[in-house]
Nanobody
Framework: QVQLVESGGGLVQAGGSLRLSCAAS??????MGWYRQAPGKQRELVAT???????NYADSVKGRFTISRDNAKATVYLQMSNLKPEDTAVYYC??????????WGQGTQVTVSS
C-alpha cells in the first residue's frame, strides 16, 4: 500500500505560478505524475515522469508546466507557470508501483482567476 500526500494548490491570478508537491509513503514507483479533473469533465493526464527520467506532458501544458522529482524524498513536483483559467481543476497525484498497482492522492484544488 502507498499513500500519497499532496500540497501546494490554491487560488492564483491568470499568468501566475504555483508548485504542487506529492510525497509518497514508499519509494516503489515506476511512474509518478499528475492528472486533473475540471467540473463536468473527465480526468485527464497533465504530466508523468518515469524512474528512467522520461516525461510526458499534455499538449495544453507543454512549455508552461514542468514535472520533477526528489528521489531521496520520494516526492514529485509540478511547477506550473503562466497559469490560465482553463487550468482550473482538482489536481490528483498518481503513482504506478513497480508491482503494477495504481494509487491516487485525494486531490488538491487549483483555481486560476481571470
Amino acid at each position: 500500500q502507498v499513500q500519497l500526500v499532496e500540497s501546494g494548490g490554491g487560488l492564483v491570478q491568470a499568468g501566475g505560478s504555483l508548485r504542487l508537491s506529492c510525497a509518497a509513503s514508499r519509494s516503489i514507483y515506476s511512474v509518478m505524475g499528475w492528472y486533473r479533473q475540471a467540473p463536468g469533465k473527465q480526468r485527464e493526464l497533465v504530466a508523468t515522469l518515469t524512474t528512467g527520467g522520461i516525461t510526458n506532458y499534455a499538449d495544453s501544458v507543454k512549455g508552461r508546466f514542468t514535472i520533477s522529482r526528489d528521489n531521496a524524498k520520494a516526492t514529485v513536483y509540478l511547477q506550473m507557470s503562466n497559469l490560465k483559467p482553463e487550468d482550473t481543476a482538482v489536481y490528483y497525484c498518481y503513482l504506478r508501483s513497480t508491482y503494477g498497482y495504481d494509487y491516487w492522492g485525494q486531490g488538491t484544488q487549483v483555481t486560476v482567476s481571470s
